[in-house]
């Protein structure tokens, strides 16, 4: 049975940074791409950044291109996203996904595990 949580999330001043961490369980993690999406109100769920199964390959959304960084740890089946210089447009619910390929990809649809996501709130 695959679970992913995720944790970090909160209420950061704009120009502030936050961290976050998911553990995966139940898979390969190595095997597995990952990627962060997140999701505003009223809004859908879109591309954050992702990054391949070893680690060597991570593309990010041009909004947060800069300020954030994706990385991962296979030894502790953990993925991070280190946020910086944030905006209150960065407010969502962040999720992490485990994609159905090495790379992942850009689309929510090409994901087949899904954490509970944790609230990352931007005041300005």
């Known amino acids: 049975q695959v679970q992913l949580v995720e944790s970090g999330g909160g209420l950061v001043q704009a120009g502030g940074s936050l961290r976050l961490s998911c553990v995966s369980s139940g898979r390969t993690f190595s095997n597995d791409g990952m990627g962060w999406f997140r999701q505003a109100p009223g809004k859908e769920r879109e591309f954050v950044a992702r990054?391949?199964?070893?680690?060597?390959?991570?593309v990010y959304a041009d909004s947060v291109k800069g300020r954030f960084t994706i990385w991962r740890d296979n030894a502790k089946n953990t993925v991070y996203l280190q946020m910086n210089s944030l905006k209150p447009e960065d407010t969502a619910v962040y999720y992490c996904?485990?994609?159905?390929?090495?790379?992942?990809?850009?689309?929510?649809?090409?994901?087949?595990?899904w954490g509970q996501g944790t609230q990352v709130t931007v005041s300005s």
């Open positions: 996904g485990v994609a159905r390929n090495y790379f992942g990809t850009n689309w929510d649809n090409d994901y087949e595990y």
């Open positions: 990054i391949s199964g070893m680690g060597g390959s991570t």
